[in-house]
């Protein structure tokens, strides 16, 4: 050990520190290699920009986390000896910094999936990952090692810095003196500097690309923020109901497209929820080969919504805002929130009313993403999931559950048991991260640039045996089938790498008894459409009704479709889209504007209208969850 003029503990800070932020600035260039996919289009400028403003949120995240560390260095070098000081601020260190090294490093890979970086709301990924870590790794294996190789270089940088530091208080004042140095710098670096407030993510929102604003932060930093920042703000635009009911889409009475044509009888329905199938592997659509032919030729027959949006980058999203009405509005789920509790009316308990045998059916083990409960609370006694499956053990993939060919099968044969009619549902999950399928099956599928693309095809063949097989029965001429994705995944085409193309899923209504006219398969819908298209099908009023979504039997020229992601609202309209972050003005962009690049100067008629259903959207919801209201125009 060497003594030093300046000062050992001093020393030891700094050098960790600039140790630590070169760590970070490192993860964040992995972040950037990992995911060029969606930073090719993006200039280089804005890129070394963002890595140059990152290190100012990797000190905040750093001193936060270097003030439990102050604490030991401050108080036991006064009471024990300088060797076993520097073995427990050693220990200290490695509990504090190496899991959220391994949440930055693990990060590099999960942005794809949640679309942001960890916040607290995304930690339940964990408890649905036990058993499965694994196989997110094994498909992670060039990052894993490199990631956690870093860790250990991390750890014996910092071990050696301690080992060649003498630490022993020489002066008691001149400890103090030192120590209160180093809690000003710490402070400082981390409120983010001088400034009147701390940074916040606002201060990294620097750019018109989200993914660009993650780019300066790091997952540290976003988890320990958002620890107070998930909260659902309380607003009030408008003082009266009246001022802001009428604006939001499913507002009013209107004049049905299924009136007058609606098929005789009782009519069963069963919802089709297709992991990741983003609306971009579709081929005939987008005018390339695609990756779904079974889809694609269904799609010729049934009435196709060319500009679907899933309400979530999340399958947990996709679930409550199909079978429950209640869009993504909000950093957390809807289903593992505070709010999950709160009063709602869904889809099983409406058509458990009218007779129905209603069921859910998902190949994964059992509580997985919680489906098991919040389906009962949305009203569907009956779920089949890998546990209710009697197959062979070899059916399941050893990851997430039960592979979708014989799950398919399953759910077939049991639709043909239950009493008619019948509403059901499936989620089938083959084509989820790792993306694993049967053995026999590998090399069957032609390869693309994604990974994901094989188990795409894969389950496109599932879904095309499972209807094959549907032909056959009884019920099959009196049920209406409705096919879509609970989110995308990662980008294959250039024209849906933007803000909007990451949100794009299929939808198709199909009947084999039905043809539609007159309906208007271009007007922007979203999930939680589809309850209220199935009731508006079967000829049904629900007077428990959540007014963001509306049929899409109904037209309606203003209609809009509100998503939310990594604090940004996206209002989209037949013309414009509207994009707010809640701190900032409201802009307003062409729809054809991809990049969403040009900012519009709309007539001010034109931009009163686009904000102020922006903000009837925005506060009907959040206060809704916030009072436990969601229904309360109609209640």
């Keep these: 050990m060497k003594k030093h003029s300046f000062n050992p ?83 200290i260190l490695g509990l504090l910094q190496v899991p959220f090294l391994i ?43 490199a990631g956690f190789a870093l860790i250990l270089f991390y750890l014996w940088c910092v071990y050696r810095i301690l080992k060649k530091t003498d630490v022993t208080v020489s002066s008691k004042w001149k400890h103090v003196g030192v120590h209160l140095i180093i809690l000003i710098v710490l402070v400082v670096l981390g409120r983010g500097g001088f400034q009147q407030k701390p940074i916040d993510f606002v201060d990294a929102s620097l750019f018109n690309a989200p993914v660009m604003n993650n780019l300066v932060l790091n997952s540290t930093f976003s988890l320990i923020k958002s620890s107070d920042k998930d909260k659902l703000p309380q607003v009030q635009f408008f003082s009266r109901e009246d001022e802001y009911v009428p604006l939001l889409n499913g507002y009013g009475e ?33 005018g390339v080969a695609g990756y779904t032919p079974f889809l694609d030729q269904l799609a010729d027959e049934s009435l196709f919504f060319k500009n679907a949006f899933a309400n979530g980058r999340r399958s947990i999203e996709g679930v409550s805002s199909i079978l429950a009405g209640i869009p993504a509005l909000m950093n957390e789920a809807f289903i593992t929130s505070e709010f999950a509790s709160n009063y709602f009316v869904g889809l099983g308990s409406i058509l458990s009313e009218k007779n129905y045998h209603v069921s859910f059916f998902h190949g994964g083990n059992n509580g997985t993403m919680y489906f098991d409960r919040f389906t009962q609370s949305a009203g569907v006694p009956n779920y089949f999931g890998a546990n209710e499956y009697k197959g062979s ?85 009196n049920t209406l089938f409705i096919i879509t994705a609970d989110h995308t995944q990662k980008n294959l085409l250039p024209s849906y790498d933007n803000e909007l193309g990451h949100f794009r899923v299929p939808l198709l209504f199909f009947h084999p008894q039905m043809t539609w006219s007159n309906i208007d398969t271009d007007q922007p819908v979203q999930h939680v459409d589809i309850l209220p298209s199935i009731l ?4 049904y009023q629900n007077k428990f009704k959540i007014l963001l979504g509306e049929s899409v039997f109904k037209p309606a020229k203003d209609k809009t479709v509100l ?43 034109v931009k009163t209208i686009l904000e102020s259903k922006l903000r009837a959207s925005i506060q009907y919801f959040n206060q809704g969850m916030w009072d436990n209201r969601l229904y309360f125009p109609n209640k």
């Design 536 to 539: 508006d099908f079967l000829g």
């Design 393 to 477: 053990p070899e059916d399941n993939d050893q990851v997430w559950g039960i592979y979708d060919g014989p799950f398919f099968k399953f759910f077939g044969a049991q639709l043909g048991t239950f009493k008619k009619p019948f509403f059901s549902m499936i989620f089938s999950l083959s084509s989820h991260h790792p993306y694993t399928i049967p053995p026999e099956f590998k090399n069957k599928y032609k390869k693309g640039p994604l990974e994901i693309l094989e188990s795409i095809q894969y389950a496109d063949e599932a879904l095309k045996n499972f209807f094959e097989f549907a032909k056959t029965q009884e019920w099959y001429s």
């Design 103 to 145: 949440l930055n490093v693990i990060d590099v890979e999960f942005f794809n999936f949640a679309g942001r970086r960890f916040t607290l709301s995304s930690l339940f990924i964990f408890q649905e990952a036990k058993g499965k870590l694994s196989g997110f790794f094994a498909t992670y294996i060039p990052g894993s090692v």
């Design 254 to 286: 209107k004049k049905s497209g299924m009136d007058g044509i609606r098929p005789q009888g009782k009519q069963n329905v069963v919802v089709i929820l297709m992991e990741s199938f983003a609306l971009e592997y579709l081929g005939k659509y987008n």
């Design 9 to 91: 503990w001093l020393l030891v800070y700094t050098n960790v520190f600039v140790i630590s932020i070169a760590v970070y600035s490192f993860l964040r260039l992995s972040f950037v290699v990992w995911n060029w996919s969606l930073f090719k289009s993006i200039g280089f400028g804005d890129i070394i920009h963002a890595m140059a403003v990152g290190p100012r949120f990797d000190a905040c995240a750093l001193a936060i986390l270097f003030l439990p560390l102050f604490l030991v260095s401050f108080l036991l070098p006064l009471f024990l000896s300088a060797s076993l000081s520097k073995k427990i601020w050693f220990f």
């Design 563 to 605: 998503l939310f992601n990594d604090n940004l609202y996206y209002q989209i309209g037949t013309r414009y889209v509207t994009i707010w972050d809640k701190h900032g003005e409201i802009r307003h962009y062409a729809l054809d504007d991809l990049r969403l690049s040009s900012p519009l100067q709309l007539p001010l008629e």
